[in-house]
């Protein structure tokens, strides 16, 4: 049996194990404010842009729908790649600002991965609740985390098994720096 599905559809596992790595992903991260105006919760709209800064190819998740990769029989474990994107303060790694994107993927969902070449990029919108104080001299970045995940029932229990793969970060931001863009 699965626990309760937590409102947007995926599954969130009883408990968890995890392997961090600190790898360095070959990734080029920006970011800038897709759109000026919060929605009704606070957030603005952010651009991600990952660019493969490397020699070989990189594959990356690009599904936003973590339960389009669970197996029919729920007994039976699964693997998924997750990219989390987010923004966090340059002095306070640990604090992430609420929203961001998580992005799945595995080979046999058709269309879940995409393989980027030495070079190209790939563009991902998402809702991120900015500091209200446009002229804070406060600075943050744009973190990207790889990690495959191994999703398996123990017990009746969901288990996440999650290794990092690597991760990559953008160069310090300020608030007034991406509105100037806009002005």
């Known amino acids: 049996m699965r626990p309760a599905q937590s409102g947007n559809g995926n599954v969130r596992p009883s408990s968890a194990?995890?392997?961090?790595?600190v790898r360095k992903l070959p990734l080029l991260v920006t970011i800038s404010i897709a759109s000026l105006a919060p929605d009704v919760s606070g957030k603005s709209l952010v651009e991600f842009?990952?660019?493969?800064s490397g020699s070989s190819d990189i594959v990356l998740p690009t599904s936003p729908h973590p339960g389009d990769f669970e197996p029919s029989d729920p007994k039976l474990p699964y693997t998924v790649m997750r990219l989390g994107l987010g923004i966090s303060l340059v002095k306070k790694p640990g604090v992430i600002f609420p929203g961001g994107a998580e992005l799945f993927g595995n080979r046999a969902v058709?269309?879940?991965?995409?393989?980027?070449a030495a070079g190209a990029s790939i563009r991902v919108l998402a809702r991120v609740e900015l500091p209200g104080a446009r002229n804070s001299a406060e600075s943050f970045d744009a973190i990207a985390s790889l990690d495959n995940e191994t999703m398996k029932t123990t017990d009746g229990k969901l288990v996440s098994d999650s290794q990092n793969v690597g991760f990559a970060t953008s160069r310090p931001y300020t608030l007034d720096a991406l509105f100037r863009v806009h002005d």
């Open 49 to 52: 842009v990952l660019t493969n």
């Open 17 to 21: 194990r995890g392997v961090a790595l």
């Open 110 to 116: 058709l269309g879940s991965l995409t393989t980027l």
